[in-house]
């Protein structure tokens, strides 16, 4: 299947987070509706409009009420999977001069006040898929394409992003997404599904920028092969190894996101977790997530 229609894309200025910096918004090409799929989907097949939008109804009833039962549920074939999530936390309490005055314990966290919602995660395989089969146009703010049009597919030329194992739904996939805004650390990220919120840099199209963002209160190290530092920025070439050791919240094990895919760290040592991948394509964003919710782990069988 190929799909050569763009999705225009802006340069939006960050002007809450620091240091200053641009990152792309998408514009959708616009919005089809339940009874515009259902005719869509006529076309390729014998089966009637009104039959295909009652099936899909009685699916999604039986869908709804799974959910409501706490199970997880898929949507389509390979596509969506919905799961119950519920967003709650309790932190010590800490003074000014940054003493603890109250340590928490797990009798603290509740149900009670908390937001429970329904996530919304992405098939790996068709997250990829999407990932090499997209195709992007620069644009004004109102969607008028700028000129010259000098960038097309994004990652089609090269591998997808290897190392961790793929969540067998995906942010982000392109995004993984937890249907909703992340409650946890702090980072420079918009978007749904993950944690902390801000601004996301991109890699930019012809360059071997890694690009690092660390979520959570935990610690965390990028190094070469050599054991070098690698900064926010660096030059990496693509297929180089590149080394992580967390030192997370609570001893959580933390997970890193390639490019918006959804990858874990399994290596528990001595309290520093570690992992390692190969730099996978050019302009790549790594996401550090070094205090995660139980949604960045959703996607997880």
């Given at each position: 299947m190929s799909h050569n229609v763009k999705i225009k894309y802006y340069a939006r200025e960050n002007t809450k987070m620091k240091p200053h910096s641009y990152f792309a918004q998408a514009i959708p090409n616009g919005t089809y509706g339940f009874e515009e799929l259902c005719a869509q989907a006529h076309k390729n097949t014998s089966i009637e409009t009104h039959m295909i939008r009652a099936s899909v109804e009685e699916y999604m009833k039986v869908a709804m009420e799974k959910l409501l039962d706490g199970f997880r549920v898929e949507i389509g074939h390979q596509f969506l999977t919905l799961g119950p999530a519920l967003t709650a936390k309790v932190k010590d309490e800490i003074d000014a001069k940054g003493n603890v005055t109250k340590t928490v314990t797990a009798d603290d966290l509740t149900a009670v006040g908390a937001r429970s919602r329904v996530t919304a995660v992405v098939n790996s395989e068709f997250s990829h898929e999407f990932n090499r089969s997209?195709?992007?146009?620069?644009?004004?703010?109102?969607?008028?394409?700028?000129?010259?049009?000098?960038?097309?597919?994004?990652?089609?030329?090269?591998?997808?992003?290897?190392g961790g194992g793929d969540s067998p739904s995906n942010g982000g996939g392109t995004n993984t997404?937890?249907?909703?805004?992340g409650t946890s650390g702090s980072g420079t990220q918009t978007g749904g599904g993950t944690s902390g919120g801000g601004t996301q840099q991109q890699g930019q199209p012809g360059d071997y920028r890694l690009v690092i963002y660390k979520y959570?209160?935990?610690?965390?190290?990028?190094?070469?092969?050599?054991?070098?530092?690698?900064e926010n920025n660096a030059q990496v070439a693509s297929g180089s190894t590149i080394n992580l050791s967390v030192v997370s919240v609570d001893n959580k094990r933390p997970c890193i996101r390639i490019n918006g895919t959804i990858q874990y760290i399994v290596n528990e040592n001595n309290g520093a977790w570690t992992g390692s991948?190969?730099?996978?394509?050019?302009?790549?964003?790594?996401?550090?997530?070094?205090?995660?919710?139980?949604?960045?782990?959703?996607d997880e069988n």
């Open positions: 997209v195709h992007w146009q620069k644009s004004d703010r109102q969607g008028n394409p700028l000129e010259p049009d000098e960038e097309d597919a994004t990652l089609e030329e090269e591998d997808q992003p290897s997404n937890t249907g909703g805004s959570g209160d935990g610690t965390a190290s990028v190094t070469d092969e050599g054991g070098n530092t690698i991948f190969q730099m996978p394509t050019k302009g790549t964003v790594l996401e550090i997530l070094t205090d995660p919710d139980d949604d960045d782990f959703a």
